[in-house]
């Protein structure tokens, strides 16, 4: 079944410093792939999508992710962090079910801290 | 403000009892989904609305059921509440089940004493 992976529970950097979020995932077929951001007390807001076409996604928030396809991964990155970006980040890849509908299936999230 | 509604924001209730949380979709969203998110557990699906229909279910407990009304607006019950159901709970919507893209409402915060 399709799932994502997020191997950090935490990722620490200093403000300006460039930030990845790694996302590693396991589909059959093509993966549609998401990144979502939860800030406190908040929900989940979403940032970018893979569906097809360009392996480089942009998104909200000057976030980018890469799609690998040879190492099965979906790293969000952006160039020069803020401290404004600390916050929650889910990892979400959609997975068919047998009723013909779909759902989105997310990681268990990785905690961005950005020190000023 | 995401446009999707959730009532109550918070809800502190006793073991044993029944509650109710409420979610309105974004204007135009068809599709309803209720997802759980605990500190052990992560954010899990536990089920989904479209038309009014229920079309898929995730890891819901029997003790827990939801439907959606002619209105769209969608209701997850839990009962027999246990000092584990506390959690963050999320309603999210979207346009069609084909539309890949959620919007989440900000959650109600259950805690079971």
């Known amino acids: 079944a399709q799932s994502v992976a997020q191997p950090e529970d935490q990722v620490n950097v200093a403000e300006g410093n460039p930030l990845t979020v790694k996302c590693t995932y396991s589909?059959?077929?093509?993966?549609?792939l998401f990144w979502y951001v939860q800030y406190p007390n908040r929900g989940l807001q979403f940032l970018l999508k893979?569906?097809?076409?360009?392996?480089l996604v942009k998104g909200s928030y000057g976030f980018e992710a890469e799609f690998n396809k040879s190492q099965t991964s979906f790293h969000l990155k952006k160039p020069s962090a803020l401290v404004s970006d600390s916050a929650l980040y889910f990892c979400?890849?959609?997975?068919?079910?047998?009723?013909?509908?779909?759902?989105?299936?997310f990681g268990t999230g990785t905690r961005l801290l950005v020190s000023p | 403000d995401s446009g999707v509604t959730q009532t109550p924001k918070h809800l502190i209730t006793a073991t044993g009892q029944r509650v109710t949380l409420r979610c309105s979709p974004r204007?135009?969203?068809?599709?309803v989904y209720w997802y759980q998110q605990s500190l052990d557990q992560g954010l899990q699906f536990l089920i989904q609305?479209?038309?009014?229909?229920?079309?898929a279910k995730g890891n819901i407990l029997e003790r827990f059921s939801a439907q959606q009304f002619p209105d769209l607006h969608s209701e997850l019950n839990l009962s027999s509440l246990e000092l584990g159901d506390s959690a963050l709970y999320f309603c999210?919507?979207?346009?069609?089940?084909?539309?890949?893209?959620?919007?989440f409402g900000s959650g109600t915060r259950l805690t079971v004493v």
């Open positions: 999210a919507s979207s346009v069609a089940p084909e539309n890949y893209g959620y919007t």
């Open positions: 589909v059959s077929g093509n993966p549609y």
């Open positions: 893979y569906i097809t076409g360009d392996n």
């Open positions: 979400a890849v959609r997975r068919l079910m047998n009723t013909g509908f779909q759902k989105l299936v």
């Open positions: 204007s135009g969203d068809l599709s």
């Open positions: 609305y479209y038309n009014g229909e229920e079309r």
